[in-house]
């Protein structure tokens, strides 16, 4: 049976967490390629969830599953950076954190939670997000969530396993509207 699943806002106290996940050479290479610079110390990660505010640039979400018993167990995190409200644009970012979770939905059902707080709350009208080509999972569940790849950086992402093709994918407002219920009108 399939859990239930909800994004929050990421807290301080969700800092072992992230760093778990962060710990994961595969988890992260899947994320972003496992390069050095995205392993970050507790401190860099406990100074970034401190500044993790509604009127940041930058958040981040924990993306929560809830067990049988009722209570929620974070599996992951999304975020955006760069929100530019005047553009209205935003780049994205997701990592399924626990393994056990992969392949089940669960990244396309986050993002497509992720995308209605983007497009409804902040009035986007485009979000865009990264990855290397090898990581076809990501991209089939990108491309499910309504993303459409724009451009391919020949050999421009450095990963462990040497140089990877860096794919641009992109999601207008416009196709986000076509995809999904209409806003609900309130009196």
Known sequence: MRKKLRLRPAELDDLDEIYEYRLDEEVMYWSAGARGDAFRSREELAEELRQNKSTANHRNYMIEVEEETGEWQSIGTISYRNLD????????????????????GYGTEAMQQFLDLLFRRFNLR??????????????????????????????????????????????????????????????
Do not use: C
């Open 126 to 187: 485009r979000v865009g997000l990264g990855t290397h080509s090898d990581n076809k999972r990501a991209i089939r569940s990108y491309e499910k969530a309504g993303f459409v790849v724009e451009g391919v950086l020949r050999q421009a992402m450095y990963t462990l396993n040497g140089l990877r093709d860096h794919v641009m994918m992109g999601l207008l407002r416009e196709e986000w509207e076509a995809r999904v219920q209409p806003t609900p009108k309130y009196l």
């Open 85 to 104: 409200l005047l553009v209205g644009n935003a780049e994205l970012g997701m990592l399924i954190g626990h393994r056990d979770y992969w392949g089940h």
